[in-house]
């Protein structure tokens, strides 16, 4: 049954509003899937404030060339499926992941992150990535540690001398005593 045009550029303008919403979109392959598990899996991402939507690949493309996305064209063939990160990418690539060892059916085929797209093997090295607390501590810790060294360099030369004055101090002491 063919689509009315009304319709078609209803779906191109919720496929770019998904897209403007989101920090990264997610593609995956659904084929197989029952329709239990996409509900599972749906309800999986909705925790991770993600929305997973199957898409007409002829309106996506239509969507991210208005955008100015580019994406692989083949990539974006056989029945495909969005994840609309409306959150941290990470947690939402960790997660189709997880579901891909369960339903082994679900096959993410790539990411579009920001004007750029990423394979299979980038969004993996996405969800293995630590949470952003984690990552945020590692840097102030990158940041901190040359910062109290400097600042034990600086303060040393100080710190000596007021010891030796203390010294001297005590010694004058000893003596007049």
Known sequence: MAIPKSK??????????QMARSQ???????????????TELRRRLREQNCGFQVIKNTLFKLALAQAGISAPVDRLEGPM????????VPPVAKALFDFTREAESLQVKGAILGNQFLDAEGVQALATLPPREVLLAQLLGAVQGPMSSLLATITAPLRELVQVLKARSEQGQAMAA
């Open 81 to 88: 499926a969005a994840s609309y990160c409306f959150g941290e």
């Open 8 to 17: 078609k550029e209803q779906m191109v303008a919720e496929y770019a509003e």
């Open 24 to 38: 990264a979109i997610i593609l995956a392959d659904y084929r197989g899937l029952t329709v239990a598990q996409l």
